[in-house]
T-cell receptor, first 116, second 112 residues
Protein backbone atom coordinates (compact mmCIF):
# COMPACT_ATOMS: atom_id res chain seq x y z
CA UNK A 1 0.00 0.00 0.00
CA UNK A 2 1.44 3.38 -0.96
CA UNK A 3 2.21 5.76 1.87
CA UNK A 4 1.27 9.38 2.36
CA UNK A 5 2.70 11.60 -0.35
CA UNK A 6 3.30 15.33 -0.23
CA UNK A 7 4.17 17.75 -2.98
CA UNK A 8 6.27 19.69 -3.46
CA UNK A 9 9.08 18.51 -1.17
CA UNK A 10 10.83 21.87 -1.12
CA UNK A 11 9.62 25.38 -1.76
CA UNK A 12 11.14 28.84 -1.59
CA UNK A 13 8.87 31.87 -1.45
CA UNK A 14 9.18 35.52 -0.54
CA UNK A 15 7.29 37.46 2.09
CA UNK A 16 3.79 38.41 1.06
CA UNK A 17 3.37 35.58 -1.41
CA UNK A 18 1.00 32.69 -0.97
CA UNK A 19 1.66 28.98 -1.19
CA UNK A 20 -0.36 25.80 -1.68
CA UNK A 21 0.83 22.43 -0.45
CA UNK A 22 -0.69 19.11 -1.43
CA UNK A 23 -1.15 15.83 0.43
CA UNK A 24 -2.40 12.48 -0.81
CA UNK A 25 -3.39 10.13 2.03
CA UNK A 26 -3.03 6.38 2.21
CA UNK A 27 -5.73 4.68 0.19
CA UNK A 28 -8.84 4.21 2.32
CA UNK A 29 -7.88 6.88 4.83
CA UNK A 30 -10.44 9.65 5.07
CA UNK A 31 -8.82 11.87 7.68
CA UNK A 32 -5.96 14.21 6.83
CA UNK A 33 -4.23 16.36 9.43
CA UNK A 34 -1.67 19.08 8.88
CA UNK A 35 1.18 20.00 11.20
CA UNK A 36 3.88 22.65 11.27
CA UNK A 37 7.26 21.65 12.61
CA UNK A 38 9.78 24.28 13.66
CA UNK A 39 12.94 23.82 15.75
CA UNK A 40 12.10 23.73 19.45
CA UNK A 41 8.34 23.75 18.88
CA UNK A 42 7.72 20.17 17.93
CA UNK A 43 4.73 19.44 15.77
CA UNK A 44 2.06 22.08 16.01
CA UNK A 45 -1.38 20.98 14.88
CA UNK A 46 -2.94 23.11 12.14
CA UNK A 47 -6.19 21.37 11.25
CA UNK A 48 -7.82 18.08 10.41
CA UNK A 49 -10.14 17.32 7.53
CA UNK A 50 -12.55 14.43 7.28
CA UNK A 51 -15.02 13.85 4.43
CA UNK A 52 -14.24 17.27 2.93
CA UNK A 53 -15.04 19.06 6.21
CA UNK A 54 -12.70 20.67 8.69
CA UNK A 55 -13.29 18.68 11.86
CA UNK A 56 -10.58 20.03 14.17
CA UNK A 57 -8.57 23.22 14.16
CA UNK A 58 -5.43 24.33 15.98
CA UNK A 59 -4.41 27.84 17.06
CA UNK A 60 -3.10 29.27 13.84
CA UNK A 61 -4.14 32.55 12.19
CA UNK A 62 -6.64 32.66 9.37
CA UNK A 63 -3.80 32.96 6.84
CA UNK A 64 -3.56 29.19 7.16
CA UNK A 65 -6.40 27.38 5.46
CA UNK A 66 -7.06 24.03 3.93
CA UNK A 67 -9.50 21.92 2.06
CA UNK A 68 -10.16 18.32 1.26
CA UNK A 69 -11.45 16.82 -1.94
CA UNK A 70 -13.84 13.95 -2.47
CA UNK A 71 -10.92 11.56 -3.04
CA UNK A 72 -9.56 12.57 0.42
CA UNK A 73 -6.61 14.45 -1.05
CA UNK A 74 -5.99 17.65 0.85
CA UNK A 75 -4.40 21.00 0.18
CA UNK A 76 -3.11 23.56 2.62
CA UNK A 77 -2.80 27.22 1.69
CA UNK A 78 -0.84 29.93 3.45
CA UNK A 79 -1.47 33.48 2.31
CA UNK A 80 0.62 36.60 2.91
CA UNK A 81 3.67 34.59 3.90
CA UNK A 82 5.83 35.76 6.79
CA UNK A 83 9.42 34.87 7.59
CA UNK A 84 8.19 32.89 10.61
CA UNK A 85 6.22 30.58 8.35
CA UNK A 86 9.46 28.90 7.31
CA UNK A 87 9.02 25.36 8.57
CA UNK A 88 8.51 21.75 7.67
CA UNK A 89 4.83 21.13 6.93
CA UNK A 90 3.71 17.59 7.54
CA UNK A 91 0.49 15.92 6.70
CA UNK A 92 -0.74 12.72 8.27
CA UNK A 93 -3.58 10.43 7.34
CA UNK A 94 -5.69 8.01 9.32
CA UNK A 95 -8.94 6.14 8.89
CA UNK A 96 -10.77 8.90 10.75
CA UNK A 97 -13.23 6.59 12.47
CA UNK A 98 -15.55 7.73 15.22
CA UNK A 99 -14.19 9.35 18.34
CA UNK A 100 -13.13 7.01 21.07
CA UNK A 101 -11.51 4.50 18.76
CA UNK A 102 -7.74 4.31 18.85
CA UNK A 103 -6.19 5.29 15.61
CA UNK A 104 -2.71 5.80 14.33
CA UNK A 105 -1.67 8.63 12.07
CA UNK A 106 0.78 7.97 9.26
CA UNK A 107 2.92 10.83 8.09
CA UNK A 108 4.16 11.96 4.74
CA UNK A 109 7.75 13.14 4.20
CA UNK A 110 6.80 16.79 4.56
CA UNK A 111 7.21 19.95 2.52
CA UNK A 112 10.11 22.18 3.53
CA UNK A 113 9.04 25.81 3.06
CA UNK A 114 11.56 28.62 3.17
CA UNK A 115 10.27 32.18 3.21
CA UNK A 116 12.80 34.87 2.27
CA UNK B 1 -0.03 25.81 26.00
CA UNK B 2 2.01 22.64 25.54
CA UNK B 3 -0.16 19.77 26.73
CA UNK B 4 2.45 17.14 25.93
CA UNK B 5 5.98 17.79 27.12
CA UNK B 6 9.30 16.16 26.48
CA UNK B 7 11.66 17.90 28.85
CA UNK B 8 14.87 16.36 27.57
CA UNK B 9 15.80 17.78 24.17
CA UNK B 10 18.60 15.27 23.74
CA UNK B 11 19.91 11.98 25.08
CA UNK B 12 23.12 10.04 24.39
CA UNK B 13 23.44 6.34 25.12
CA UNK B 14 26.08 3.71 24.46
CA UNK B 15 25.23 0.98 22.02
CA UNK B 16 23.78 -2.06 23.80
CA UNK B 17 22.55 -0.07 26.78
CA UNK B 18 19.00 0.99 27.58
CA UNK B 19 17.55 4.24 26.24
CA UNK B 20 14.73 5.79 28.27
CA UNK B 21 12.77 8.62 26.74
CA UNK B 22 10.24 10.44 28.88
CA UNK B 23 7.04 12.30 28.19
CA UNK B 24 4.59 14.14 30.45
CA UNK B 25 1.08 15.32 29.69
CA UNK B 26 -1.39 17.59 31.40
CA UNK B 27 -4.78 16.72 29.91
CA UNK B 28 -6.60 13.96 31.78
CA UNK B 29 -8.81 13.43 28.71
CA UNK B 30 -5.92 11.86 26.82
CA UNK B 31 -6.47 8.14 26.54
CA UNK B 32 -4.28 7.01 23.67
CA UNK B 33 -0.57 7.59 23.44
CA UNK B 34 1.91 7.04 20.63
CA UNK B 35 5.61 7.28 19.98
CA UNK B 36 7.02 8.33 16.64
CA UNK B 37 10.56 8.26 15.36
CA UNK B 38 11.83 10.84 12.91
CA UNK B 39 14.95 10.87 10.79
CA UNK B 40 16.13 14.11 9.16
CA UNK B 41 14.32 15.00 5.93
CA UNK B 42 11.65 12.35 6.56
CA UNK B 43 8.21 12.39 8.14
CA UNK B 44 7.68 10.80 11.56
CA UNK B 45 7.27 7.03 11.55
CA UNK B 46 4.89 5.32 13.95
CA UNK B 47 6.74 3.20 16.49
CA UNK B 48 4.47 1.99 19.26
CA UNK B 49 1.28 2.97 21.05
CA UNK B 50 -0.51 2.35 24.31
CA UNK B 51 -4.09 2.67 25.43
CA UNK B 52 -4.97 4.19 28.78
CA UNK B 53 -6.42 0.87 29.92
CA UNK B 54 -2.92 -0.61 29.89
CA UNK B 55 0.24 0.33 31.73
CA UNK B 56 2.72 -1.42 29.45
CA UNK B 57 3.04 -2.38 25.80
CA UNK B 58 5.95 -4.22 24.23
CA UNK B 59 7.05 -4.59 20.65
CA UNK B 60 10.45 -6.20 20.22
CA UNK B 61 13.12 -3.92 21.62
CA UNK B 62 10.59 -1.17 22.33
CA UNK B 63 8.43 -0.94 25.46
CA UNK B 64 6.14 1.90 26.40
CA UNK B 65 5.09 2.41 30.01
CA UNK B 66 2.15 4.53 31.07
CA UNK B 67 1.62 5.95 34.56
CA UNK B 68 -1.79 7.59 34.45
CA UNK B 69 -1.73 8.93 37.98
CA UNK B 70 1.52 10.76 37.25
CA UNK B 71 0.44 11.62 33.71
CA UNK B 72 3.73 10.24 32.50
CA UNK B 73 4.83 7.83 29.83
CA UNK B 74 8.19 6.52 28.85
CA UNK B 75 9.72 4.63 25.95
CA UNK B 76 12.40 2.07 26.68
CA UNK B 77 14.69 0.80 23.94
CA UNK B 78 16.72 -2.28 24.84
CA UNK B 79 19.33 -2.86 23.57
CA UNK B 80 19.97 0.48 21.87
CA UNK B 81 21.46 0.36 18.38
CA UNK B 82 23.15 3.09 16.31
CA UNK B 83 20.24 2.94 13.86
CA UNK B 84 17.96 4.10 16.68
CA UNK B 85 19.59 7.52 16.52
CA UNK B 86 16.72 9.84 15.60
CA UNK B 87 14.29 12.33 17.09
CA UNK B 88 11.52 10.69 19.09
CA UNK B 89 8.13 12.36 19.52
CA UNK B 90 5.44 11.32 21.91
CA UNK B 91 1.85 12.11 21.05
CA UNK B 92 -1.48 11.89 22.83
CA UNK B 93 -5.05 11.78 21.68
CA UNK B 94 -8.22 12.41 23.68
CA UNK B 95 -11.26 10.18 23.56
CA UNK B 96 -13.28 13.02 22.07
CA UNK B 97 -11.90 13.17 18.58
CA UNK B 98 -9.24 12.45 16.05
CA UNK B 99 -6.77 15.12 17.18
CA UNK B 100 -3.22 14.44 18.24
CA UNK B 101 -0.99 16.53 20.47
CA UNK B 102 2.75 16.17 20.08
CA UNK B 103 5.70 16.84 22.33
CA UNK B 104 8.72 18.83 21.18
CA UNK B 105 10.84 15.73 20.63
CA UNK B 106 13.96 14.16 22.12
CA UNK B 107 17.00 13.65 19.93
CA UNK B 108 18.52 10.27 20.73
CA UNK B 109 22.13 9.51 19.80
CA UNK B 110 23.34 5.95 20.20
CA UNK B 111 27.11 5.87 20.34
CA UNK B 112 28.75 2.79 18.78
Amino acid sequence: KAGVTQTPRYLIKTRGQQVTLSCSPISGHRSVSWYQQTPGQGLQFLFEYFSETQRNKGNFPGRFSGRQFSNSRSEMNVSTLELGDSALYLCASSLGLSAGLEETQYFGPGTRLLVL
Amino acid sequence: DQQVKQNSPSLSVQEGRISILNCDYTNSMFDYFLWYKKYPAEGPTFLISISSIKDKNEDGRFTVFLNKSAKHLSLHIVPSQPGDSAVYFCAASPNTGNQFYFGTGTSLTVIP
